[in-house]
Structure formats: C-alpha cells, structure tokens
C-alpha cells in the first residue's frame, strides 16, 4: 500500500526541569528555522503565501492605477515563485512510499526447456531452431517474463508452435485455439508492414481474457511482438 510520511518537529521547550518550560533565544531561533525547513511547515507556509497572493491580487485589481499595475503584477509573480518554490521544497521532503501490485503465481506448470507442440506449421533448420529456443528461454529466465510462445499465423489462423515457461495444464489449450475462437487483437498485427510491438496491460479484461488461451489463465500482461517470415506477408509469427 502507498503511504506518505511526515516528518515531526522538535519543541523549542528545553527538558531541564530547572528550566523546565523557559526557552532561549538560540533554542527559539533553531525552533523556528526548522519549522520554516521542514516538510509540513513548508506546505502550510507556501499554501498560505499563494492564498495571500491571489487574494492580493484580486483585492487590488480595482484600486491600483494603471502606471503601477505593471509594477504589481511583477511583485505578485516574484511572490508566487518564492511560495511556489517554499511549497515544492515541502513536497519534495514528503517520505512517500509507492504502492507495489501483489505478485501472482500463474496457473499451470513449468516446462524444463522449450516444447514444439506444432512442428508441421512452419520448417526451422537447425541453426534457426537453436536461436528461437535460445530467444524463448532467454526471455523467460533474463526478464520478468513467465511464458514465452511463438505463434505462428499460416495464412487461415493462428496457432502455438513453440512454448517456453509456464504453460497451461490442459495439453489441448497448449496446442491449438479452440476452433470457435475468434483472435481479434493477434489479427491486429497482421496489417501490412506493422511490426511495431503491442502491449497488453490488462489481460484479465476482455477480449484479452477469453483470446489467449494458450497463456495460463490468471496471466495479467502480455508483450505481443510481430516478426514477418515471409515476402507476402501470409504467414507471420509473434
């Protein structure tokens, strides 16, 4: 959770019980410049300074003359300043503690290294398959990325073809759409010539929710980055 703090202030009142309740000039002085520095009392300071400056200003506006507005107004931009600059130096001293989104384990399990669940959909040599488990296992153990898929678009839909990380537990979510399934946000991607990356903040959301199946069910986000591997453009891969 968010939290904000104040810093206190120390009592001009020394704890002599000879003394007790007296206060000397030095302690008074201290007292007072440490209430003027202090992150509370440089709030209050510079909310009542801009308080009196537009009060100023619009109590005077029908009684000064017009050879000496110019003069006012630039009295009254040098007092906004100084109690602007009075009130951010509060702000900027504020102890503030920003609030952090709970972690979530992901449904399903993790596999052991990269799994081609499709391999009929798309042909890699060698040297290709090594850099694509290479990209996919990078991501997930170098990045707070937990699953990392290839899905590839074969012209009529699209379809997981290799997974790395957490997966879902059902073998059938792993491997295919369910034919019904419409992908809206992955067809996005197959406009001609857009290989910019999308981000998806809000994944429990609709269409979001019920479109990536392939994903574990509690994901929160996803990185969908388009790669075009073909000269028409018919076939690409995310």
């Not at 990045?143 to 590839?152: C, S, Y």
Request: net charge negative; with cysteine.
């Amino acid at each position: 959770r968010a939290s904000v703090s104040i810093s206190g202030i120390s009592s001009p009142f020394k704890n002599d019980d000879s003394v007790e309740g007296s206060m000397s000039p030095t302690t008074a002085l201290d007292f007072i410049v440490s209430l003027v520095t202090s992150d509370i009392g440089s709030i209050v300071l510079g909310l009542f300074g801009l308080t009196l400056c537009l009060y100023n200003r619009l109590s005077s506006m029908s009684t000064v003359e017009v050879d000496s507005l110019g003069q006012q107004s630039r009295a009254d931009l040098l007092a906004v300043f100084a109690s602007g600059a009075v009130l951010l130096n509060g702000i900027s001293k504020l102890d503030v503690t920003s609030a952090l989104a709970e972690t979530v384990i992901l449904d399903g399990f993790k596999l052991t290294q990269p799994e081609v669940v499709n391999p009929d959909i798309l042909e890699f040599n060698d040297a290709q398959s090594r850099d694509i488990f290479w990209a996919l296992q990078s991501t997930t153990e170098a990045t707070p990325a937990k699953t990392a898929i290839l899905m590839v678009h074969d012209g009529n839909r699209w379809s997981p073809m290799i997974l790395s990380g957490i997966v879902p537990p059902q073998r059938e979510l792993q491997t295919q759409l369910p034919p019904s399934r419409s992908t809206p946000i992955l067809d996005r991607l197959l406009a001609e010539g857009n290989t910019k990356e999308s981000y998806l903040p809000t994944l429990q959301a609709l269409p979001g929710k019920v479109e990536f199946t392939y994903l574990p069910s509690n994901t929160q986000e996803a990185l969908l980055l388009p790669i075009p591997i073909s000269a028409d453009l018919k076939r690409k891969a995310v």
